[in-house]
């Protein structure tokens, strides 16, 4: 089972998990058609089913053109928003192309309808990997947009930490650096998150990505799955793990990039209208 990582968009993850036996392939959150049709006659594999995370826009939105372009092709997911779905999977389910055996995990809160997928081959020395779409990233987890901090706790502890530690961690965006300057805030003293830090961003200045991780080295530096830990109760003022849990996601929320201040010589080109033609050509 190979795993290949495709950057998208401005920050996401789309995958292509391919049996190398067979040169079948499975797409993970499937967001740019083009991209991943590339990839797919670069590895000369076919591309037999996508498994969809969740309805959002940046992760399905290559679904419909792809089943135009692939008749048969099976497309996966819990939520009837996603495009072209052809199977709905519910929690526990689990699937099998060739030799990969997928188990779906339902993880719902991000959006009420989020599927996390788990993925492994019977007899492989390799390790499991999880695709976690928006639950879970590289130290941190996704905004509670159509769900509660309980939910996340559930998923985060009793789901999608449970799984085997040396589980790698496959999620939906790049927002390591981000995510573990904030862990740092949290935890000033924490040297694993320190190094993990200093790692990510020589990684994103080569422009590499910093996925995947493993369940075991995010219980060292993600807050998320820190709950319990002191440091982290004392900088949320809270000791319950499910408050401690909402209150980091607020703080979370309020750590927000810089905003860059627009040139205003550019802003007002914009106003009056001098970049139409420009844009028109394009």
């Not at 995370?53 to 996966?76: C, I, K, M, S, Y």
């Amino acid at each position: 089972m190979k795993v290949k990582v495709i950057s998208v968009l401005e920050d996401n993850y789309m995958y292509l998990v391919i049996e190398e036996s067979t040169r079948h392939a499975v797409a993970v959150d499937a967001a740019v058609p083009k991209r991943l049709l590339e990839i797919i006659r670069k590895e000369d594999v076919v591309l037999r089913a996508i498994l969809t995370t969740h309805h959002h826009w940046d992760h399905a939105r290559g679904n419909e053109e792809l089943a135009q372009l692939l008749p048969g092709l099976q497309v996966f997911g819990a939520d009837e928003r996603i495009g072209a779905l052809t199977h709905r999977v519910s929690h526990g389910q689990e699937l099998s192309f060739g030799a990969i055996r997928v188990r779906c995990l339902f993880t719902p809160c991000h959006t009420s309808g989020h599927m996390c997928y788990f993925m492994w081959e019977d007899d492989s020395p390799d390790a499991p990997a999880l695709f976690s779409g928006d639950t879970l990233f590289v130290g941190g987890c996704g905004q509670f947009f159509e769900g509660t901090a309980e939910q996340m706790h559930t998923n985060l502890t009793q789901i999608l930490g449970a799984l085997p530690k040396d589980t790698k961690v496959f999620c939906g965006h790049e927002y390591t650096v981000r995510n573990l300057k904030f862990a740092l805030k949290v935890e000033p003293e924490n040297e694993t998150v320190k190094e993990k830090l200093a790692w990510a961003k020589q990684r994103d200045d080569e422009d590499l990505p910093t996925v995947p991780s493993t369940l075991q080295e995010e219980f060292l530096y993600n807050p998320f799955l820190r709950v319990t830990e002191e440091a982290v109760q004392r900088f949320t003022g809270r000791t319950e793990p499910v408050e401690v849990l909402r209150a980091l996601r607020s703080h979370r929320d309020n750590f927000k990039k810089p905003k860059e201040r627009p040139n205003p010589q550019a802003m007002l080109a914009f106003d009056w209208g001098l970049f139409g033609p420009l844009l028109e050509k394009k």
